[in-house]
């Protein structure tokens, strides 16, 4: 390859590339196969944590306001620079700086005792905050030309492959979740060695994903497909809706209670009174909402919106998690739900759900679609293809995480003077002159 600096041209030689590209694969192997021992034992934890919780729910979601209180001091004392997924985002566009190591205990503390005390977060957030703190560090212990941030995309695959057991999914949510409208392909090979080497280890560790065993009987034909393509359009809009919610929620209750500490407790107790008095049914990952829809529970036409507000306003108010899981019961209780009024058996449709509204609320269009294969089969693959386009559509490029446009499928059209409102025509048909001004001819 020639490179241009001005006037002077340089070779590259083949073999360097090369070279570089066995590194990083050599790299990724050793980052996956840490951080999928550390998301291992941290996924095991938040499992043990939530199921405790769950079994004393009575009791210990009271005192899931002093777990917020506890989580706003550790951050506040110790978390005040490189911890969130904000930092993690603008330390992949190589803006701001490093990401600590121990913004991963934060995580560990924050999250298990948010679930211990039966809090309505998910975990992702939380493993991909530690897979890319440890890849990124491990990047600026290596003399690689952006190796940082090749490192810490890597990591992020890792996380998410580990906690899930979706490599394919977690190779391709690292690598476009990051650039709106294209894939990071710098770090193909470190991300895609990461991904699945925190994928054998996480399972060696006894991490495995919840996938229920449940059949397509739906010939994909026209209308199957325009049936498909409504349901993923639902879950377009209620994405778009969850990253409404939560802006606005972060927005009002700052707003409305300026201390953080204060407000972490008083939006604590509130949240803890709803979910006693919902008997703990948002409470946690909500994997029992995901169960009841996919093996055919009872699921309520409101369960998708509940979960998203219980989450949301979580979040907002200081409690560390992650929302990815939430998606993924809402999804399903929505996709159960219309799935009768759409003419799809309600369990498959739950599992297109699942995925779709998953791919809306991240603004992501590959990685929800192997998602769906992966954890319920090659046969899904075409519906979750359908259903997932149309999310990506009708959630007019919003997404929970801070992502820095690049391109997407609707572009803002520039205002034009009076005297450059032309037909859309091709350029030479009109040439280099001016239009002429009123009054005046050729």
């Known amino acids: 390859m ?26 990724g192997i050793a980052a996956g196969a840490g951080i999928g021992a550390v998301v291992g034992i941290f996924g095991r ?12 729910f009575s009791l210990y979601v009271w005192f899931m306001p002093l777990a917020g209180l506890f989580t706003v001091a550790m951050l506040k004392r110790w978390g005040k620079k490189g911890i969130g997924m904000d930092a993690a985002f603008a330390a992949s566009r190589g803006e701001g ?21 039966c809090a309505s977060v998910g975990r992702e957030g939380a493993a991909m905050q530690i897979g890319a703190a440890l890849g990124e560090n491990i990047g600026r212990a290596v003399p690689l030309r952006g190796a940082p941030r090749t490192m810490l995309v890597a990591g992020m695959a890792a996380g998410f492959s580990a906690l899930f057991g979706t490599p394919v999914c977690a190779l391709f949510f690292a690598l476009e979740v990051t650039v709106v409208g294209g894939l990071r392909l710098h770090a193909l090979t ?19 994903p919840y996938a229920p065993a449940v059949g397509i009987a739906v010939q994909f034909t026209l ?104 998606f993924f ?22 599992c297109i759900g699942y995925a779709a509204l998953f791919g809306a609320a991240t603004n992501t269009l590959i990685a929800p679609v ?43 059209f ?7 409102r032309r037909l859309p025509l091709s350029g030479p048909l009109y040439g280099r002159a001016r239009l002429p001004r009123r009054g005046q001819t050729h």
């Open 2 to 27: 020639y490179l241009f600096s001005g006037a002077v041209m340089k070779w590259e030689r083949p073999y360097n590339t090369v070279l570089e590209q066995v590194l990083y694969a050599l790299l």
């Open 45 to 56: 934890g938040v499992l043990f944590f939530s199921d405790l919780g769950m079994q004393n």
């Open 97 to 117: 700086g490093a990401l600590p190591l121990r913004g991963a205990l934060f995580q560990f503390a924050g999250t298990w005792s948010a679930h211990l005390f």
């Open 190 to 208: 470190a991300s895609a060695f990461a991904s699945f080497a925190a994928y054998f280890v996480a399972s060696l560790c006894g991490l495995a």
């Open 223 to 326: 209308g199957s497909a325009l049936r498909v393509f409504a349901l993923g359009a639902a879950c377009g809009l209620a994405g778009l809706a969850f990253c409404l919610i939560r802006r606005f929620s972060a927005r009002f209750f700052a707003a409305c209670m300026p201390n953080a500490y204060l407000r972490v407790l008083l939006a604590g107790a509130m949240l803890a009174c709803l979910l006693y008095l919902s008997g703990g049914r948002y409470a946690g990952l909500g994997t029992n909402l995901v169960q009841a829809a996919a093996e055919g529970g009872t699921v309520y036409a409101w369960d998708w919106i509940v979960k998203i507000l219980f989450t949301a306003i979580t979040l907002s108010v200081g409690f560390l998690g992650g929302e990815v899981t939430t």
């Open 329 to 350: 019961a809402a999804g399903a209780c929505l996709g159960s739900a219309l799935g009768g009024a759409l003419g799809l058996p309600p369990a498959a449709a739950a």
């Open 370 to 412: 192997f998602l769906c294969a992966e954890l319920f089969g090659a046969a899904f693959l075409p519906f979750a293809a359908v259903a997932c386009i149309a999310a990506y559509l009708f959630n007019f490029g919003h997404s929970v995480y801070p992502q820095r446009l690049r391109e997407g499928v609707v572009r803002p």
């Open 414 to 420: 520039p205002r034009l003077r009076r005297e450059e």
